[in-house]
């Protein structure tokens, strides 16, 4: 039979554990790249997370106030914002664990945190 269909890399993105998620302060849209000048930070991190996809790493970004029970259901990075409030954020997390807060990693950042998330 030819007609097998491989099952590897088929879950759904729902279900695919998430490598990269970024909790952004607030912003005007989704990626903060909607207003009349362009943030050369957050353009630097929309590369970013194009190249991560690229390497197919599953990456998501939340903003608190579309999605509040993505904050919620994370323990260490709702006490981060208690702490810190908004000067927490942005809060980066790497494969469960905090690894930046109040500023966007670089790719390089991020590579070493997948890196040494994998040992």
Not at 110 to 116: E, F, K, T
């Amino acid at each position: 039979m030819n007609n097998v269909i491989p099952l590897l890399n088929t879950l759904p993105t729902s279900i695919a554990p998430v490598d990269v998620e970024m909790f952004d302060p607030p912003m005007c849209c989704p990626t903060g790249l909607c207003g009349p000048t362009l943030d050369q930070t957050l353009l630097d991190v929309s590369e970013m997370i194009v190249s991560l996809q690229r390497e197919n790493l599953r990456v998501e970004r939340y903003q608190m106030t579309s999605h509040p029970n993505v904050f919620l259901a994370n323990a260490e990075v709702m006490k981060l914002v208690r702490e810190k409030e908004m000067a927490a954020l942005p809060i980066i997390v790497v494969r469960g664990k905090v690894t930046k807060t109040g500023a966007y990693p670089t790719l390089d950042e991020i590579h070493a945190a997948l890196n040494g998330a994998a040992k």
